[in-house]
């Protein structure tokens, strides 16, 4: 069974643009969450997608947007990249929703540079 | 607001060493808890979790944790290190709301002697 994929894995941006990153799910998870990680913040989460829904989101300005589609491969895009966006991002999935009592299973992440 | 404090930033041990990592948690009702290991460059994979039952409980790579209610703690332990047990560990509480789902500690290095 394939674990959770996350692509790209390594990104280099400039500040000012925008970026999309994606996330494929194990099969039959219905639910996806992103996660920043950072060396001083360490890992912050960004919001939760479930049934194409988004159903929870972290402390994260309007910039950091997401979506999921019916097949729960969910997307995250950041625009106007700043270089404080530089970190790791890691998606995980869990087969229900994610309420605490979940296992979640996560991806090698993606590590966005901004410059 | 939930929380959780992983008091050590980084921990060296010998080889063949035993091992303990703290955390401790902040969170008003039954938590449910979770280690979590990450090697560099890569994603977390579980160790253990915790919801209810048994305070000890066994994960993978022969770690183990235990619960203690009234110490708030989710200590993690493993009897003998090996070198390839060299990665950042994490704690957390499954919660909900803006938090989010995952309430993760700042996580504790861990370099393992020769």
């Known amino acids: 069974k394939a674990g959770v994929t996350q692509t790209p894995r390594y990104l280099i941006k400039t500040r000012g643009q925008q970026v999309t990153l994606s996330c494929s799910p194990i099969s039959g998870h219905r639910s996806v969450s992103w996660y920043q990680q950072t060396p001083g913040q360490g890992l912050q989460f960004l919001f939760e997608?479930?049934?194409?829904?988004?159903?929870n989101k972290g402390n994260f300005p309007g910039r950091f947007s997401g979506r999921q589609f019916s097949n729960s491969r969910s997307e995250m895009n950041v625009s106007t990249l700043e270089l404080g966006d530089s970190a790791l991002y890691l998606c995980a999935s869990s087969h229900g929703r994610i309420s605490g009592k979940t296992e979640a299973f996560f991806g090698q992440g993606t590590r966005l540079t901004v410059v | 607001a939930q929380s959780v404090t992983q008091p050590d930033i980084h921990i060296t041990v010998s080889e063949g060493a035993s091992l303990e990592l703290r955390c401790n948690y902040s969170y008003g009702a039954t938590p449910y808890l979770f280690w979590y290991v990450q090697s560099p460059g890569q994603g977390l994979q579980l160790l253990l979790k915790?919801?209810?039952?048994?305070?000890l409980v066994q994960g993978i790579k022969g770690f183990e944790a235990e619960f203690k209610r009234s110490q708030s703690s989710f200590n993690l332990r493993k009897p003998s290190v090996h070198w390839s047990d060299a990665a950042e560990y994490f704690c957390?509480?499954?919660?909900?709301?803006?938090?989010?789902?995952?309430?993760f500690g700042k996580g504790t290095k861990l370099s393992v002697k020769p």
């Open positions: 915790y919801f209810s039952g048994d305070t």
């Open positions: 997608y479930f049934s194409e829904t988004q159903r």
């Open positions: 957390a509480v499954g919660a909900g709301g803006s938090q989010g789902n995952l309430i």
